[in-house]
C-alpha cells in the first residue's frame, strides 16, 4: 500500500451520438485528488463511466488512460486496478460485515480474516465483523464501503458523489477520513460531485465541466 | 424428411420377426415363448378404471413369473390414440420399432387399422388356448362388429349393455325402449346418455335403432347398401321426442359412461346403463352409488359385444405380445378378470371346453344385489356393422351440435 | 462463465424453441391441404378445408374460443389492476397476496375439476345451502358446467390467469416507482385507488403485456380445461381438433390438421382483436384520465378489486379443498353438505401404482427446469455484459407461449417420428422445454435485469472476475427470483399432458398423464386423488422456492424484502 501511483487521462473525448460531449487532458498524481464538477449532463458520470470501464455503448470515446504509465483503456474493469465508491455503500446484503471486505481482497492475501479483522479496527468497527450490513448506520456502511475499497488495494480511486446521502454532520467527518485515507495510500483520486464542500475538503485542483 | 414420408406410401410388407409366424404346432409355440423371453410388452389400454389397471398390473407379475415377459400398460383415455400412434409410426416410416405392442380394442378401432393395414396376424389360431374359446359354436370371438377377425385380434371379454337405478328411487324401472321414452316423459331430467361420439354413447343409438327399426337386417351390412334416411327415420323421431325430457333438457350430455355414472352418484340420474354389467356393483363396492342400487336388461336383449387385443404390424415384441395375448385366454386369467373383486369383465371361454378343474376357477360368485341375476344376459343383440357407427354419429353431429 | 458459449446461447435457445415449433406447423399445414402420402393424400387439395367447415358447429366452436380467449383475459386483467390498485398494505392485501402465489402452480385441470365439483348443481356450494336455503332435495336441473356460453370455461380460466398476472405484474411494479407516482397525483388531489388507474396502470401495462398475450393465446386454445368446464355441443375448437385427431376414422387427421391450421388463425384473430382493443381503450383512457376525476368511485373500486380477486381465490382452495375431501369420501347423497363416511380406500388403491408417475414427473420437472434456468441465466447474464439491449430474437423466445400447441404438437409428434427418435423421457423432457423456457426467462427477466448494475460494478472495480461476480453476487442476489423461477417452470413442466402423451409415445406416465386417463373413467374420488398429487408436487417446489431464501438469508435483513 505504500507505493505511489499516478494516473494519466491523454487527449479524452466523449461523444454521444456524434456530438462532443467533453474532452480532457490531464494527470493525477499520487494521493492527489482531483475533483470534477458540473450541471448534470455535463458527462461528468460518463467520463467516471468511461474510467471504470462500464462506459455505455452509446457514448464513442477516443483518448488514453494510463496508470502508472500502463495503457490500461482496453482492459476489462476487473483488470483496471480501479476502485469505486458510490452515492450508497453498495454493501452486499447477503454477506456479513467482514464478509464484504473479504470479498474485495486479492487472493493472495495471507490472512483475510486477520486482514479484515483489523481494518475494521481502523474505522473504528472492530466488533462488526460478524454482524448483517443491513443492521449498520448509513455512516457505518459508508465506513465499510471505504474499508473494502482499500483493502481491495487499487492503484487509482473514483468516487461517484459518495457523501451526497449522508447526513450534514456526518459528511465533514467522512471526508476527513475518506481523503484521509487515500491520502496516506497515495492514490489518485477522480471525484465526481456538485457539492463545493467536497472540493474544498478534497484541497485538490478542480475541473469544472460545462453543459 | 418427405422423401421418408413419401417412401412409405407404397404398400409396406410386414416385416416379421423370425420365427413367430411359422405353422402352429406345439413346438413352434415353445418357439415363440422363448423368444419372448426377457421382452417388454408396451399394451396400449384405456385407462379410466382402476380395477381394470390392477387387473393388468396381475397380468404383469404372473407373465414375469412364468414367462419372463414384462408387460406395462399405457393407460390412454381414449383407444383411438393408439391407433393414431401406430399410424403416425407408419406415415414416419417405422417399421419394424414401433412404440406399441398389444392394444386393447374392438369396433370400429379395429376396422379402422384393418383397413389401414396397421396390424399384424392372422395370429390368433396360433395361440394355444385360442382353441377354449370353441370358435366354431361361439362366432362372435372371431367377429367383431359383423366384420370377421380374420385372426388379427385375439378375444379378451364380453360387455353388454346393462342399466342401472337406485331402487329407493325407482322401485320399477322401463324396461324397453318404448317404456324407456313414456318414463322419461313422467320424469323429466333424470335419464340421459352419453354424447356422441362416445362409445356408450352410439351404442345407445344402436340398440334403440335395432328396437325400432322396421328392418334391423339392413344394420348388418354396410350402411351404403340400404336407404340410410330411411332406415334411421324411427331413431330420429324417438330422439327428437325424448330429448326435451332429458337431463339439462338434451341440451347437454355426459361425455362418456363413466361420467354418467357420477352423475348417478350425485343424484342427478335416476336410470342409467353401462357396457360392463359389473360396473354397478363394483361402483357400490367403491361408495360411488347407493347400496340399493340394481341392475336390469332390456325385454328383447340387448346390444353386446366382445372385446379384443391386437398387435401392431411394427410391433418390435411380437412373441412377447402373444405370449401375453394366450396368457390372457388361459382359464386362470379369464376366471380372475370374471370375479367381480378383481374385475368383473366376462370370460370368453367356453365352460364345456375346460376340464373339470379349469372349471372350477370359474365357480358362481356370490349374491350381489346389485349385479344382474345369473341367466339375465342370454339374449345379446349382435353389433351392427361398423359403418353405421360412423353415419349414426355423423347424422347425429349434425341434428344436434350447434343448435 | 467462459465467453464463447455464452455468446451462442441465444441462437442456440432460439433453434431450439423455434426449429420444432416450425417443423411441427409445417406438417400440420401439409395434411391441412391434402398432403398426406401415409393416409393416401398424395395431391394437395382444399377437401380437408371443406370437411372442416362441414362440420355442424364449426363457426360456433371458433368464436367460442375467440371469445374466451378475449373475456377471460379482459377479466382477469381487470381484476388483477383493480386489485393492485385498491391495495394499501393491510393484512388482508398481504394475506390475498399470499394466497394467490401459490394458485399459480396449481394445474389448471386440477383447479377445473375443483371449480367444476364447486359449482355443479350438485357440487359443494348447492349441498352447503340444500336443503335449508334452496329446499332443493335432488340437485336441480340446471345448466351450469359446461355451459353453452362457455361462461363456466372462462371462470375457471379466470382462476388460473389471475396469480399469474398478479405475479408478473408485482414483479414489474418497482421498475415504475408506483409509490412516487401515487404519492404525486395524491398530492394534487386525487384519490389513491383513481390515482394508481390513472398514474400507474399506463406506465404498468407495456411491462406485462407479452404475459396478457400469452393469456389470450392461452385461453383460446387450452384443452384439458376445455374438456372439463368448457360447452359440448359443439366444444371449443381446441377440443373439437383433439377429437378429430384422435378419431379411429384415420381419414379424419386431414381435417383434423385444418381445424389445427384454423385454431391458429382463431388465436391471431384474438390477439388483433385484442390489440384493437388495447387502441380503444388507449384512446378512452386518456379522455379519462384527462378529464381530471379525482375522486368519484374511489371506494366502489376499491372494493370490487379486493371482492373480485378474493372471489377467485377462494373458489379456487374451496374448489380444492372439496376434491380432497372428495379423495376420502365414502357415500356421498346429495345433499349433504358432508359425506357419510370416510375412507383411504382410493388412496390406497393408488398408492402402489404413484412411485412411477411421481418420480418421472419429478425428473422430468427438474431436468427441464435445470436446462430452462441455465439457458434463461446465460441469456441474460449475456446480455447484462453486453450492455442492456435485450437481444431481439429473444422474442421468439416467447412464440411456443403463442402458438396453440394443438397446432403444432401433433406435427412435432410425427417429425420425431421420421427422425427415427425413440420416445424416452429425454425426448419428453425436450418437449416440456418448449414450454417451461419461456416460462422461466419470463418470471426471470424482470428480476435479473432490474438488479442495480453498480451491484457488479463493485465487484469488478474490487478486482473480481466477472465469473466469480456472477457466481458471488449476481447469483446469491437473485436467489429468490430464480428459485420463483424454477418453480414455475416445474409448475408449467409437471402441468403438461399433450407434449407428454405425444412426445412419449404415452410410455411415459407422469401425474398429469396418470390424472387425465382415470379422469376419463369418471370416478371422483380417483380423480381427487390424482387431482391433489397433481397439485401437492408442483405446490412444494413453490414452498421450497419461498422458503429456502428465507432459511438462507435468515441472518441478512437486506435479503429479506428482495424481489
Known sequence: MSAFHHLEIEQLSIRLHGKPLLSLDTRIGPGEVLTVMGPSGSGKSTLLAWMAGFMSRDFEASGRLRLDGRDITALPPERRGIGLLFQDPMLFPHLSVSGNLRFGMPRATPDKQAAAQDGLARIGLADFGARDPATLSGGQQSRVALMRLLLSQPQAVLLDEPFSKLDSHLRHEMRQLVFGHLRDAGLPTLLVTHDHQDAEDAGGRVLELDA | MLTRLIATATPIALVLSSSALAAPSPS??????????????????????????????????????????????????????????????????????????????????????????????????????????????????????????????????????????????????????????????????????????????????????????????????????????????????????????????????????????????DGELDLAFTFTPSEPAAAVADFELPPSTRSFVLEGGTLGNVHFVAIPFNSPHMAGAMAVANFLLSPEAQAHKQSLEVWGDRSVLDLTRLDETSREHFASPEENPSLLPAGALGQTLQEPHPSWMNALQDAWQTRYVGQ | MPRMPLGLVPPLIVLLLVGPLLAGLIMALLPAFGYLPALGGESFSLAPWRALFDQ??????????????????????????????????????????????????????????????????????????????????????????????????????IIKEIPFLLLMSLAALPQIEPARRVAMARSLGYRPTVAWLKVVVPALYPLIRLPVLAVIAFASSVVDVAMILGPTLPPTLAVSILTWFGDPDLSRRFMASAGAILQLGVTLAALLAWWGLECLVRRLGRRWIERGGRRAGDAPLRLAGKSLILLATLSAFVGLGGLALTSVAGFWRF?????????????????????????????????????????????????????????????????????????????????????????????????????????????????????????????????????????????????????????????????????????????ISTVTTEAVALASGGNRRVIGVWAMLQACLPLAGFVMAVGLPRLIWSHRRGMQGSP
Do not use: C
Not at chain 2, 104 to 131: C, K, S, T, V, Y
Not at chain 2, 233 to 254: I, K, M, N, V
Not at chain 3, 439 to 444: G, P, Q, R
Not at chain 3, 477 to 502: D, E, F, H, N, W
Open chain 3, 335 to 507: 345433499p349433504s353438505a358432508l359425506p357419510d363416511s370416510l375412507t383411504w380406500l382410493h388412496w390406497q388403491r393408488a398408492l402402489p401404482s404413484l412411485g412411477g408417475p411421481v418420480l418421472s414427473s419429478t425428473i422430468i420437472a427438474v431436468v427441464a427446469t435445470l436446462i430452462a434456468t441455465l439457458l434463461a441465466v446465460a441469456a441474460l447474464e449475456k446480455e447484462q455484459r453486453r450492455g442492456r439491449t435485450a437481444s431481439r430474437a429473444l422474442w421468439l423466445l416467447y412464440l411456443p407461449l403463442i402458438v396453440p400447441q394443438v397446432a403444432f404438437l401433433f406435427g412435432l409428434a410425427v417429425v420425431t417420428e421420421s427422425l427415427g427418435v425413440t420416445p424416452t423421457h429425454g425426448l419428453v423432457i425436450f418437449g416440456h422445454l418448449l414450454f417451461v423456457l419461456p416460462y422461466v426467462f419470463l418470471s426471470l427477466s424482470e428480476a435479473y435485469r432490474r438488479l442495480d448494475p453498480r451491484w457488479s460494478q463493485v465487484a469488478l472495480s474490487l478486482g473480481v472476475t466477472r465469473g466469480s461476480t456472477f457466481r458471488r453476487v449476481r447469483l446469491p442476489m437473485l436467489l429468490a427470483p430464480l428459485l420463483t423461477a424454477m418453480a414455475v417452470g416445474m409448475a408449467v413442466s409437471i402441468g403438461q399432458y399433450l407434449p407428454t402423451q405425444l412426445l412419449g409415445a404415452g410410455r
Open chain 2, 28 to 265: 413352434d409355440w415353445q418357439a415363440v415363448l422363448d423368444e419372448a423371453r426377457g421382452q417388454t410388452v408396451y399394451w396400449h389400454a384405456w385407462g379410466g378404471d382402476s380395477r381394470v389397471n390392477d387387473y393388468i398390473g396381475w397380468v404383469d407379475r404372473q407373465m414375469r413369473e412364468r414367462f419372463d415377459v414384462e408387460v406395462t400398460q399405457v393407460k390412454l383415455d381414449d383407444t383411438s390414440a393408439a391407433v393414431s400412434r401406430v399410424l403416425a409410426e407408419k406415415s414416419a416410416g417405422n417399421l419394424d420399432d414401433g412404440s406399441v405392442d398389444l392394444i386393447w380394442i374392438n369396433g370400429e378401432n379395429f376396422a379402422a387399422m384393418r383397413e389401414a393395414d396397421l396390424l399384424f396376424g392372422p395370429f390368433n389360431e396360433q395361440l394355444p388356448n385360442f382353441a377354449l374359446t370353441h370358435p366354431e359354436h361361439n362366432p362372435e370371438v372371431v367377429t367383431d362388429f359383423t366384420l370377421p377377425t380374420q385372426g388379427y385380434e385375439s378375444p379378451w371379454g364380453k360387455a353388454q349393455i346393462t342399466f342401472y337405478h337406485d331402487s329407493d328411487q325407482v322401485p320399477e324401472p322401463p324396461r324397453d325402449i318404448r317404456a324407456l321414452l313414456e318414463w322419461a316423459e313422467a320424469n323429466p331430467g333424470r335419464f340421459t346418455y352419453p354424447r356422441i361420439p362416445d362409445f356408450t354413447g352410439s351404442t345407445f343409438l344402436k340398440q334403440v335403432l335395432i328396437a325400432l327399426s322396421d328392418d334391423p337386417e339392413a344394420l348388418y351390412s354396410p350402411v351404403a347398401e340400404s336407404d340410410f334416411d330411411d332406415v334411421t327415420a324411427p331413431l330420429w323421431d324417438y330422439l327428437d321426442a325424448l330429448h326435451p325430457h332429458l337431463w339439462r333438457s338434451g341440451r347437454q350430455f355426459p361425455g362418456s359412461g363413466p361420467e354418467m355414472r357420477s352423475l348417478m352418484a
Open chain 3, 56 to 157: 355442424p358447429g364449426i363457426w360456433r366452436s371458433a368464436m367460442l374460443s375467440l371469445a374466451s380467449g378475449l373475456v377471460t383475459t379482459a377479466v382477469s386483467l381487470g381484476i388483477v389492476l383493480l386489485f393492485l390498485a385498491s391495495v394499501s398494505g393491510t393484512w388482508l392485501d398481504k394475506l390475498i397476496q399470499r394466497l394467490v402465489s401459490p394458485l399459480l402452480a396449481l394445474p389448471h385441470a386440477a383447479a377445473a375439476f375443483g371449480l367444476a365439483f364447486l359449482i355443479a348443481p350438485s357440487g359443494l356450494l348447492a349441498r352447503l345451502a340444500s336443503p335449508g336455503l334452496t329446499g332443493w332435495e335432488r340437485p336441480p336441473d340446471l345448466l351450469i358446467v359446461q355451459d353453452p356460453w362457455g361462461l363456466s370455461l372462462m371462470a375457471g380460466l
